[in-house]
Each structure stands twice: as structure tokens, then as C-alpha cells.
């Protein structure tokens, strides 16, 4: 299964980042593997739900 990858810009405080980053080396996983663990925990949504709307700018 080829897979397009896409890059995903992310604005926050130094503390938090550097928090991500000793959490990562702690478990021994990439930050993008966190952040990919945490999406795919998230609940599907609803077919028709209004609050999926995807942002679009």
C-alpha cells in the first residue's frame, strides 16, 4: 500500500516542544510517531457532522 505523506506545521512554545521531544526519546519514538499515535486514537467521526468540516484556507 503506497501511502502520500503530507507536512504539517505546527506553531507552539519551546517548553511544550522540548516536553515532546525528551517524551519521545523517552519512549523511543519519533515525535511524528506520537503525534500519528495520538490521531489514531481519535474517534471517527460521524458521516454528516457538521464539526468535521474540514478547515480549508
Same mark, same amino acid.
Given at each position: ?8 506545521? =505546527? ?5 511544550? =516542544?522540548?516536553?515532546?521531544?525528551? &517524551? ?9 510517531? =506520537?503525534?500519528? *499515535?495520538?490521531?489514531?486514537? =481519535? ?5 454528516? *457532522?457538521?464539526?468535521?468540516?474540514? &478547515?480549508?484556507?
Amino acid at each position: 500500500m503506497i501511502m502520500n505523506k503530507k507536512g504539517l506545521n =505546527l506553531r507552539i512554545t519551546e517548553r511544550r =516542544l522540548n516536553k515532546l521531544r525528551l &517524551y519521545a526519546a523517552s519512549k523511543e519514538k519519533t515525535m511524528t510517531q =506520537l503525534v500519528e *499515535d495520538w490521531i489514531d486514537r =481519535l474517534p471517527t467521526p460521524e458521516i454528516g *457532522d457538521s464539526s468535521t468540516t474540514p &478547515y480549508t484556507k
